[in-house]
DNA sequence: TTTCCGCTTGTGGATCACCACAATGGCCGA
DNA sequence: TCGGCCATTGTGGTGATCCACAAGCGGAAA
């Protein structure tokens, strides 16, 4: 069952459909863009799926769109497709954080085991990034105080120095403290660091 | 100061020479090895560098060296060199963890800088190696019921309650709760978890 | 102006964590 | 066999945490 999309990004009709035929046949739902204006026009970014983009096209390159995508946070996993591609453009590519680099011609096999790869790999990064949104969010609605608390309770301080720290007492500490633990979701203090640690 | 060394592997003298001086002269110690074999032999895993390495070399190639120091656990940062690569050659080994892929002719100075680069990021990596090392060989230290202790500890749970699990009494809970704190080198729960956490 | 929210503090009691002092029994290597 | 390490438990006391019940103050929004 693949939720995912791959979106395909090639100038070559005959290539569009193609690919958009192959991957329907392996279950993987496509679709297709007769350039990078197009694609960038339908995208919304938060989307999830994969992106495979030919590089030499009219208009916007490849390469391109690929930069504009970086700029604008998306992260989504891309391959690109090539005929004409040399060593210096793939590496800087790769660097860059594209997920693969494929020459014209190719195994069309390998495509698709590729793009399902690459669509498991970004199923997971978007459960994390919205785990990482949803902390986010809790901790936006923090007061400046709860947060002031939070940072030293993760310190190991106990609530009579954190008292101490912020020129308050301790009772307000605790009162600070049980209201962040009930906005964050924890009922420990170890619960919260490990909420606070475990990404990044 | 760059404490970090520069492992040249080229069976080209003119190409180590010229290269050894330019590292030489930027304040990079290098050192040069006439074939992937001898270099396989000088290095010993575990230590600190990066790694230039030519492809086409008689004997055994780069990619093997380089797949070898893989096989290894070798984790030093692999820049290779090549005059004749390709496209599917560059991405197979930028996949594959190399830190990059550079055509013959290159620009002096910018492989320097990569190198150098390459250093730095090389010196964090072994820095927290050696701290998931410690961490490692600090939880090899415990007893079996001090890891027991500590899983509930993480957990969130109570004295009380791990005593339960355990089927045994609070205060020898109580003890080994004190002893692995000790062995781990952390003052409280909160300590623990974040040392347990921030590493995966 | 009234109301809501955030920040603040107090009291007192039930738990809980931490620690020093003390002790028993089992297993293993010197 | 003796010493050391591990696991176990007890007692008693100090300090911390958690929480219910209560309440005053100031700013911002309605």
């Not at 995912?4 to 569009?16: F, K, M, P, Q």
């Not at 990482?132 to 993760?154: D, F, H, I, Y």
Request: charged share 25%.
């Amino acid at each position: 069952m693949n939720t995912g999309v791959v979106y395909i990004v090639d100038d070559d009709e005959a290539i569009r459909d193609a690919l958009g035929w192959l991957f329907q046949s392996r279950g993987v739902n496509a679709e297709c863009f007769v350039s990078a204006e197009d694609f960038l026009a339908a995208w919304t970014i938060g989307s999830s799926g994969c992106l495979v983009l030919d590089i030499r096209m009219e208009g916007m390159t490849g390469l391109e769109l690929f930069d504009r995508l970086c700029e604008m946070g998306a992260k989504l996993p891309v391959i690109f497709l090539t005929g004409h591609g040399d060593v210096p453009m793939a590496v800087s590519a790769l660097k860059k954080g594209a997920r693969d680099f494929v020459e014209k011609p190719f195994n069309d096999n390998d495509l698709v085991d590729k793009v399902i790869e690459a669509l498991a790999w970004e199923a997971e990064r978007m459960a994390s990034d919205a785990d990482a949104a949803s902390l986010a969010q809790r901790l936006g609605n923090l007061t400046l105080r709860e947060r002031q608390v939070m940072e030293k309770v993760l310190a190991g301080k106990l609530n009579k120095v954190i008292a101490d720290d912020l020129g308050i007492t301790m009772r307000t500490v605790e009162v600070h403290r049980a209201h962040l633990f009930e906005k964050m979701g924890v009922k420990t203090a170890v619960e919260l660091a490990q909420l606070l640690s475990q990404r990044r």
